[in-house]
T-cell receptor
Framework: DAGVIQSPRHEVTEMGQEVTLRCKPISGHDYLFWYRQTMMRGLELLIYFNNNVPIDDSGMPEDRFSAKMPNASFSTLKIQPSEPRDSAVYFC????????????FGQGTRLTVV | QKEVEQNSGPLSVPEGAIASLNCTYSDRGSQSFFWYRQYSGKSPELIMFIYSNGDKEDGRFTAQLNKASQYVSLLIRDSQPSDSATYLCAVNEGTNAGKSTFGDGTTLTVKP
C-alpha cells in the first residue's frame, strides 16, 4: 500500500481564499484523522471520522474549517475564508480498528496564507 | 498547563550513549501512551506504545510508564546520528492511537 496520501504537498494562498486539502487513507482503514501542526501549538487533532462519519470535531478551531469524508477512500479539509494564522502543516492519518495501536500519517500539506 | 508536557530540548548526546526522553501528563484517566519520531520536514512515525506500568522494550528502545506519577519516558540505547529527530509523546484516554493528545516534542541530536 502507498500509505496515506495527501495533496497538495504545498499550498500558498491569499487571505480570504478558499483552501481545500485532500487525503486518501490507507485502504481498509476505518478511522481517519486530521491534525494541524504549528510551532506555537504543536500537533493538534482537529477532527476524526469512523466509517466515514465524523465522530469528534471539537478540535476544529472555528466555523471557517469544515471536513468531509464522502467515501472510505477520500476526505477533505476546507478552510473558507483562509487567514494568515491558518498557516501550518496539516496532517491526515488513518488507522484500523483491528489494530488501532498504530496510526499512519501522510506526508502533510504545508499551507501558507499570505 | 498543557495536558502533555515534554522538555523541548534540544537534548544532545554522543553517539553510543543512552538518550532519555521524558513526558508527563495531566489526565489520570489516560490509558495508552505513544512515542512518535518526527524527522525535520517529515511526518510523525510511531516508535512504540505502552499501556501497562513498567518497561517495554523493542530493540534499542525502551518505554517506561508510571501511571501513579503520570510519567512516561523513552530510552534510546546505543544512540546513532540517525536517531536525531524530534520525539513526540502522545497520550490517549482509550487505545486508538489516532485520538491522542500530543506533547510539543523533544529535539534530540546525536553527535558522532
Amino acid at each position: 500500500d502507498a500509505g496515506v496520501i495527501q495533496s497538495p504537498r504545498h499550498e500558498v494562498t491569499e487571505m480570504g481564499q478558499e483552501v481545500t486539502l485532500r487525503c486518501k487513507p490507507i485502504s481498509g482503514h476505518d478511522y481517519l484523522f486530521w491534525y494541524r501542526q504549528t510551532m506555537m501549538r504543536g500537533l493538534e487533532l482537529l477532527i476524526y471520522f469512523n466509517n466515514n462519519v465524523p465522530i469528534d470535531d471539537s478540535g476544529m478551531p472555528e466555523d471557517r474549517f469544515s471536513a468531509k469524508m464522502p467515501n472510505a477512500s477520500f476526505s477533505t479539509l476546507k478552510i473558507q475564508p483562509s487567514e494568515p494564522r491558518d498557516s501550518a502543516v496539516y496532517f491526515c492519518a488513518s488507522s484500523s480498528s483491528d489494530k488501532n495501536t498504530e496510526a499512519f500519517f501522510g506526508q502533510g500539506t504545508r499551507l501558507t496564507v499570505v | 498547563q498543557k495536558e502533555v508536557e515534554q522538555n523541548s530540548g534540544p537534548l544532545s548526546v554522543p553517539e553510543g550513549a543512552i538518550a532519555s526522553l521524558n513526558c508527563t501528563y495531566s489526565d489520570r484517566g489516560s490509558q495508552s501512551f505513544f512515542w512518535y519520531r518526527q524527522y525535520s520536514g517529515k511526518s510523525p512515525e510511531l516508535i512504540m506504545f505502552i499501556y501497562s506500568n513498567g518497561d517495554k522494550e523493542d530493540g534499542r528502545f525502551t518505554a517506561q510508564l508510571n501511571k501513579a506519577s503520570q510519567y512516561v519516558s523513552l530510552l534510546i540505547r546505543d544512540s546513532q546520528p540517525s536517531d536525531s529527530a524530534t520525539y513526540l509523546c502522545a497520550v490517549n484516554e482509550g487505545t486508538n492511537a489516532g485520538k491522542s493528545t500530543f506533547g510539543d516534542g523533544t529535539t534530540l541530536t546525536v553527535k558522532p
